[in-house]
């Protein structure tokens, strides 16, 4: 049987930290299914579309890497998926009480999804998607903490914001 894995959040934007979960979770799972959430309350820097074409770039190589986007509740797009399984990066103990709460209540909504935990390479356990996006913006450089797509997006934005403001 197939296992199939969810990888939800938001890439806002996709870091290295995230590609390395998906790629370790691609080596232990027949299929890594990267589920952006379509609603988000915070307002995004990139489109929807724009972080699945980002996604979809990165991991164009990988046959059993799927980028899709789900609304509602997870547990309820893991079923339709037919995914046993929800897989979420660990950086530190700061992510853990969040982390805990959801996998929790996602096993009260549906038991039969189990949440797995895995750990990124040691060089991106401090990168994140808000501290890239306020480096950039404050024009610092995040070279190697993001694939070079999403190091060019993330400056073309910048340019363009910019613009806007003059
Ligand atoms: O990358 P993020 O922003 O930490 O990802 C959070 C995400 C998308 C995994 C989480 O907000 C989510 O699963 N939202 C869907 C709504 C849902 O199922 N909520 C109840 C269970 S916690």
Partial sequence: ??????????????????????????HLFDRIVVAMLVNMDKS??????????????????????????????????????????????LRAISDFEYEMQMALMNRHLNPDVETVFMMPAEPYTYVSSRLVKEVVALGGSVHGLVPAIVER???EKKLARETLRA
């Fill in 1 to 26: 049987m197939s296992v199939i894995a969810i990888y939800p959040g938001s890439f806002d934007p996709l870091t290295n930290g995230h590609v390395d979960i998906i790629q370790r979770g691609a």
């Fill in 44 to 89: 995004p820097l990139f489109t929807v579309a724009e972080r699945v074409d980002l996604a979809r770039e990165v991991f164009r190589d990988h046959a059993n890497v799927e980028v899709d986007t789900f609304d509602g509740l997870l547990v309820d797009y893991a079923e339709r998926r037919g995914a046993g399984v929800i897989m979420r990066g």
């Fill in 153 to 155: 997006r993330l400056r």
